[in-house]
C-alpha cells in the first residue's frame, strides 16, 4: 500500500511505540488518529527535505497539483511524457480504489450493524432472545432507532434528556421566541430536525457557560441520568458486537457512529438545539462561518444554514482498552478535527482517572502548538465546545473508562471558498486557488 504522508519524524508527542504506523484502527490501544504519523512540529516533508523526484502516487502534493493543474488548463497532459501522465494515471485509479473498496466496507458494515442493533433491540423485549436467530427481523427500509434511547416526542421527555440548566435555557427561548413570532410552540421534532432555528440570547450564555481557556467554553448539558443510559447503550451494542456473528464489523474497535445504529436523533438535537445557536454567538465570525454583519443581525435567519453537517459519535478511553466495552485508546494524540466547530460532553464512567482534554492553540495563529489549557475531569454531562481547527489532545486514562460523546460540524458553504489547507488556516483573506477569481 503506498505510503502517502507516513514519513514525517516522530516528535515528543508520539514517543510511545503503541503509535507506530502499523496501527491501523483495528487495533486497541495507542493514541494515534490513524495509521498515519503527523506531528504538531517541524514536519519531514518541507522544502528543506531534498527528494525532488515526481511521485504522485506517494505525495499528496503531487497528485493535488495535478489534479488542480487538470482543472485549470485545457490539455494539461501535453506537457507530461507518457510515463509522468501513466503515474497520474495510476496514482488517482489509486485514489478510485480506495473510495470502491472503503464505500464497499462501509455500506456492509452499516448494514451488519443494523442487524446487530435489530438484535439489540429484540433482546430488549424479550431479554431470552438475544441468542435465538429465529427471531423476525424488521423491515430494513424502517428507520433503525434504539428502543432504549428513543428520540424525546415530548418537551417532558427532552427534560430527561438535557441537564436542568439547558432545558430551562432551551425551552424558555423558544417559548419567547415562538411568542414574538406568534408561532404556536413547535414540537420536540421540528427542533429536533432543525425545522424551527432556535435562538439563545447571549446574555443567557454569559450566565450558562465558563470559559476553559482561549477560545474554549464549557456548559452543562445532558442529564446523568441520560449519560449513563447511552453509555450503557454503547457498551452493550459493543459487547454484542463482539459476539462470533457480529465480531467482523469492528463495532467496538471504533468510536461508535450514531448514525449506524440509529441514534442521528442525538446529532440532530445537538447541532440544533446548542452548536447551531451558540456558534453563531462564540464562533461565526472567528471561524468566518458568516461575515461580521451578519453574525451582529439578530434578525438574519442563516444560523439555521451556517452549519449544515453533522458526526456524531462515542469516543471511549481506557488503561485497559477492551473492544467489549467500546474502549478503544489509551489517549489521543494532539491534532485538528476535521469540523467547524465540535462539542464534547463527558459521558463517565463516574470513577476514570487521568484523560485531561488539552488545548494548544488554533491553526494558523501564533499560539498554534502551543498548550493554553486543559480541561481536567470535567462533571458527567458537562460539554465543552471549540473550533475544529483548535488543535487539541486527550492526555492517558490511568484509572477507570472515560467515555466522550463528541459532536463535528461543518459548512459546506463556507468549505466551498478555499482548499484544505487554507480552510484549516482560516486564509480567507487570499485568493484560494479554489476560487474563481484566481487565474
Ligand atoms: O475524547 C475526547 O475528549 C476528544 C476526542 C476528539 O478529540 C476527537 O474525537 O476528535
Ligand atoms: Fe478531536
Known sequence: RRSRGVTYPSSMHRSNNMDSSNNSSEQLGGGAINEKQRTLGNSANSVHEKEESWDPSNKLSHILHSIVGLDRYPNYLSRYDESDIAAIEHALE??????RQQRKQVLQRRNGIRELVEKYNNALANPSAIYDDSQASSDSN???QISSLLQPKSWSQLKDVLSDEAFEIIYASIISLSKSTQQTLPSVEDVIRGKFAVQLDPALLEDWMSQECFDVYSFQLLSKDFCSRLRHTITDLSKLGESSEFCSLL????PIDFDTVGLNWISDMLL???????SRHLFATTEKLLSSEDASNDNNNNTKDFLNWRQGYVAGYSAN????RAVTRHRLVPHSDDSEVTLN?????EDFEGDNVQFYGLRGTPNEGKLLGEVERPDVGRA???AGRHLHAVSEVTAGNRYALIVWTRSWGMRRLTCPCCHLNRRMDASCICDSRWN
Do not use: A, K, Y
Not at 463495532?251 to 471504533?254: A, E, F, I, K, P
Not at 482498552?321 to 467489549?324: E, H, M, R, T, Y
Open 251 to 254: 463495532l467496538g474497535r471504533r
Open 321 to 324: 482498552p477492551q473492544s467489549d
Open 94 to 99: 489509486q485514489t478510485l480504489n480506495d473510495v
Open 272 to 278: 440544533h438545539m446548542f452548536i447551531l445557536p451558540i
Open 384 to 386: 465543552v465546545i471549540h
Open 142 to 144: 424502517d428507520v433503525l
Open 345 to 349: 460532553c463527558c459521558l463517565g464512567e
